[in-house]
């Protein structure tokens, strides 16, 4: 046991830091009560003191995460489980409404062969510029972007979304020879 010099209890040694003479929450009381009078001051010495004396401050960061990385970890865990479990439903129909607006743009079919099988179609990029894939987009559920994304696209089955880029490239390539 060991006395404090601060508020004269009899604590155990482990409630103090090292050999001083105040308890850790007497400084910790100390502490704050300094940094409320003079925000600016404390974080000033704070930072003159980590340039300083860099390696010590490394080597309590070190110890630090080492003995709490498992709590660390365990606390990431269970916010991200929390997260999930609210949102996950939620995050679910926002993209099953997203992808329902794409096969609805997708319905008519090709527009170059009128195949409707929607496994094969693609969205080919004509009007305006590209800023984002479709794909991509849905992921993010239904929002103006998306929409927009749509207004630029003609629907082609796979076969014809290639042929029709390969079209645009050897053109693109002849405008430039000439």
Same mark, same amino acid.
């Given at each position: 046991?060991?006395?404090? !010099?601060?508020?004269?209890?009899?604590?155990? +040694? @482990?409630?103090?830091?090292?050999? #001083?003479?105040?308890? =850790?929450?007497c400084?910790?009381? &100390?502490?704050?009560?300094?940094?409320?009078?003079?925000?600016?001051?404390?974080?000033? %010495?704070?930072?003159?003191r #980590?340039?300083?004396?860099?390696e010590?401050?490394?080597a309590? %960061? =070190?110890?630090y995460? $080492? +003995?709490?990385? %498992?709590?660390r970890?365990s606390?990431?865990?269970e916010?991200?489980?929390r997260?999930?479990? +609210?949102?996950?439903? %939620?995050?679910?129909q926002?993209?099953q409404l997203?992808? $329902?607006?794409?096969?609805?743009?997708?319905?008519?079919?090709?527009?170059?062969?009128?195949v409707?099988?929607?496994?094969?179609?693609? !969205?080919?990029? &004509?009007?305006? &510029? =590209?800023?984002?894939?479709i794909? +991509?987009?849905?992921?993010?559920?239904?929002?103006?972007?998306?929409?927009?994304?749509?207004?630029?696209c003609?629907t082609r089955c796979?076969?014809?979304?290639r042929?029709? @880029?390969a079209?645009?490239?050897?053109? =693109?390539?002849?405008?430039?020879? $000439?």
């Amino acid at each position: 046991m060991q006395l404090c !010099s601060k508020c004269g209890r009899a604590k155990p +040694t @482990t409630d103090f830091v090292r050999a #001083r003479r105040q308890c =850790k929450d007497c400084r910790r009381a &100390v502490a704050r009560a300094r940094y409320a009078a003079d925000p600016e001051r404390f974080r000033r %010495e704070m930072r003159d003191r #980590r340039r300083v004396n860099p390696e010590r401050y490394r080597a309590t %960061e =070190k110890r630090y995460y $080492a +003995t709490h990385r %498992e709590d660390r970890r365990s606390q990431r865990l269970e916010k991200h489980r929390r997260y999930n479990a +609210t949102h996950r439903k %939620e995050i679910r129909q926002r993209r099953q409404l997203a992808q $329902a607006y794409v096969d609805a743009a997708r319905a008519g079919g090709c527009v170059d062969c009128g195949v409707k099988h929607l496994g094969v179609l693609d !969205s080919d990029h &004509v009007r305006g &510029v =590209k800023v984002n894939n479709i794909a +991509t987009l849905v992921r993010d559920g239904p929002t103006p972007a998306l929409f927009a994304e749509l207004a630029k696209c003609e629907t082609r089955c796979a076969n014809c979304h290639r042929i029709v @880029t390969a079209q645009r490239a050897r053109n =693109k390539a002849l405008a430039r020879a $000439a």
